[in-house]
Antibody, heavy 117, light 111 residues
């Protein structure tokens, strides 16, 4: 299984971030997986953003819940993250990952998103 | 401030034993949710090392082992190698947040 994030690397404050994770090998609609987004501020630790289950159920970090939306496009083997009202504090590496249970076992390489005017 | 607490840094000579602690609370580790450990090298994504407290992921050397007791967990590296110099993170589920929580990470240096 390979995952790859894609999306803009530079955004302005107040804009909306849209990231897509393309999964190779296997289908997003098969298996009991949690398709996840995790971010890491430069030089800092990991922060769970949320995950979407194959049936479409979503679970978000309470601190980000009001600004986050996740979705799955099984026909394209992709899942997506939208985050609104960006600020400089959202500058981070964003990772997509697959979790079979409670531990992400396959990760994308990550993409740096910079929020700056 | 992370929900799970790890020491910021540890070091050891090659061949030594290094133990990284991960302290949580009654809503995560203490509630018997599994603890998982990740290794991260600069510029790369984290790699799952240990899942469900004690199980090594495929390809992980036997010198890595995990344990859990009460509201804490530990990752031991027995026989430290130069290639083990990396950042290590613990992770669990928190019932108060209804989601995953991570430790702040521990930078391991090989002297």
């Amino acid at each position: 299984v390979q995952l790859q994030e894609s999306g803009p690397g530079l955004l302005k404050p107040s804009q909306t971030l849209s990231l897509t994770c393309t999964v190779s090998s296997g289908s997003l609609s098969s298996g009991n997986y949690y398709w996840s987004w995790i971010r890491q501020h430069p030089g800092k630790g990991l922060e769970w953003i949320g995950y979407i289950y194959q049936g479409g159920s979503t679970y978000y970090n309470p601190s980000l819940k009001s600004r986050v939306l996740m979705s799955i496009d099984a026909s394209r083997n992709q899942f997506s993250l939208k985050m609104t009202s960006l600020t400089a504090a959202d500058t981070a590496f964003y990772y997509c990952a697959r979790a079979a249970a409670a531990a992400p076992d396959f990760w994308g390489p990550g993409t740096l998103v910079t929020v700056s005017s | 401030q992370s929900v799970l607490t790890q020491p910021p840094s540890l070091s050891g000579a090659p061949g030594q034993r290094v133990t990284i602690s991960c302290t949580g609370s009654s809503s995560n580790i203490g509630a018997d949710f599994g603890v998982h450990w990740y290794q991260q090298f600069p510029g790369t994504a984290p790699r799952l090392l240990i899942y469900a407290d004690t199980h090594r992921s495929s390809g992980v050397p036997g010198r890595f082992s995990g344990s859990k007791s009460g509201t804490s967990a530990s990752l031991a590296i027995i026989g430290l190698q130069p290639e083990d110099e990396a950042d290590y993170y613990c992770q669990s589920f928190d019932s108060s947040l209804s989601g995953w929580v991570f430790g702040g990470g521990t930078k391991v240096a090989v002297l």
